[in-house]
Structures are given as structure tokens and as C-alpha cells.
């Protein structure tokens, strides 16, 4: 079975600081694992994704995540968090246990950038 | 084609009412999912379309919703009997079949909003 673990609730961090937004996961198959981003009443925006390759991901706005294979976990950074960063971030992994190959998410981090 | 439609963005409807949602995906996505999602929770998985079968239905469906996509583009989703607990965002996403580095995968729409009061 899949799942996907997203341990804060609510993550603050100051203008121009680091932010990490934690994810791990478990999974059957191959881990194919995303990050999406959802402002207010809005539907989800792709971040990143990893499949294969590099663990190291680059994504959009300035985004990036870390596979990591041992700790299963795939943690979304940005070096420098923006005030507009502020939304709620959504971890997913491919669900290998249905045909449909939907995605799985966690619960949801609210990340909230202070001025 | 800019992305996955939806509509309606927003919908009040009185329990025990029908409504319907469409979704456009993008053109060459063969694959379409919808998803609902509540108040503070992440998206959950409803059903699938390949081309127009549907193959695969969530346990979270129940006899109250159905789901089409007639011509294998656009899909449609139909709950019958609204109850105040069908209120949520529902969500329409469109994928290729295959997933690779150079494509996002998955793409959402904006979703729509229901409210059964």
C-alpha cells in the first residue's frame, strides 16, 4: 500500500530565509513522487516530480526537492522563501496499487512566509 | 489548449438536488482522473478514464455519482441526491500514458466548488 507522510501541519519561516516542507513516503513500486502547491480556491499547481535520474530535482518558482532513497523521503527546499511562497504544499506519490496510476497525497503543509 | 477546464468554478445547490461538473482535459491526454477534496485534507482519488472507459472507480464513489467521458475528451460527473457531506472542491486531472522527465505527469484543473446547503 501506498502512503505519504507530510509531519507538519503548518510551517512558518521569515522572508529570505531557507524553507523546507517535509515528505516521506512508502510505496510498492518504483517511487515516482511529486510536489504540487494549492493557493486559496485554487486546484493544484505542479512543482516538481521525481521519477528517475537525479535525486536532486529542480523545479518551478525556485523550488527544489531531495530524493532520498534510504530515508524515503522527499523533502521540498527553496533557498530563499518569498512572501507570495505562501500556500499550502501537497507531497504525492503514484499509487502502483490500483490500474489507474493515480496519484496518493498527503494531508497537506500550510507554509506561511513571514515579512 | 493552456491547461485542464473545468466548470463550474463554484456551485450552491440545495441537498437532495442533481448537479453535473465538466472537465476538459488537455487535448492529447488520453488519461483523465477526478479527485475530491475536503477541508483541510489532501485530494482524494474518485475514478479514471482511458480514452472513454472508465477502469477504475474509488470506494469514496458511491451509487450517488457517476462519471463519463462519451468521445474520450471532455468527462462529466453527475451526483444525484446531493447530500451536505458531498461538499467539497472536485478536482478534474489529464496525464499522457506515459511519464517521463520531460512532461509533468499529471495536470489539474482549477476545480469546483460545491456546496450543498
Known amino acids: 500500500a501506498q502512503s505519504v507522510a507530510q509531519p507538519e501541519d503548518q510551517v512558518n519561516v521569515a522572508e529570505g530565509n531557507p524553507l523546507t516542507v517535509k515528505c516521506t513516503y512508502s510505496?510498492?513500486?518504483?517511487?515516482?513522487l511529486f510536489w504540487y502547491v494549492q493557493y486559496p480556491n485554487r486546484g493544484l499547481q505542479f512543482l516538481l516530480k521525481?521519477?528517475?535520474?537525479d535525486n536532486l530535482v529542480k523545479g518551478s518558482y525556485g523550488f527544489e526537492a531531495e530524493f532520498n532513497k534510504s530515508q524515503t523521503s522527499f523533502h521540498l527546499k527553496k533557498p530563499s522563501a518569498l512572501v507570495s511562497d505562501s500556500a499550502l504544499y501537497f507531497c504525492?506519490?503514484?499509487?502502483w496499487g490500483t490500474g489507474a496510476n493515480n496519484l496518493f497525497f498527503g494531508t497537506g503543509t500550510r507554509l506561511t512566509v513571514i515579512p | 489548449d493552456t491547461g485542464v477546464s473545468q466548470d463550474p468554478r463554484h456551485k450552491i445547490t440545495k441537498r437532495g438536488q442533481n448537479v453535473t461538473f465538466r472537465c476538459d482535459p488537455i487535448s492529447e491526454h488520453n488519461r483523465l482522473y477526478w479527485y475530491r477534496q475536503t477541508l483541510g485534507q489532501g485530494p482524494e482519488f474518485l475514478t479514471y478514464?482511458?480514452?472513454?472507459?472508465?477502469?477504475?472507480k474509488s470506494r469514496l464513489l458511491s451509487d450517488r455519482f457517476s462519471a463519463e467521458r462519451p468521445k474520450g475528451s471532455f468527462s462529466t460527473l453527475e451526483i444525484q441526491r446531493t447530500e451536505q457531506g458531498d461538499s467539497a472542491m472536485y478536482l478534474c486531472a489529464s496525464s499522457p500514458t506515459g511519464f517521463s522527465p520531460s512532461n509533468y505527469g499529471y495536470t489539474f484543473g482549477s476545480g469546483t466548488r460545491l456546496t450543498v446547503v
Open positions: 504525492a506519490v503514484r499509487d
Open positions: 510505496v510498492s513500486g518504483n517511487p515516482y
Open positions: 478514464f482511458q480514452n472513454e472507459a472508465q477502469l477504475e
Open positions: 521525481y521519477i528517475t535520474g
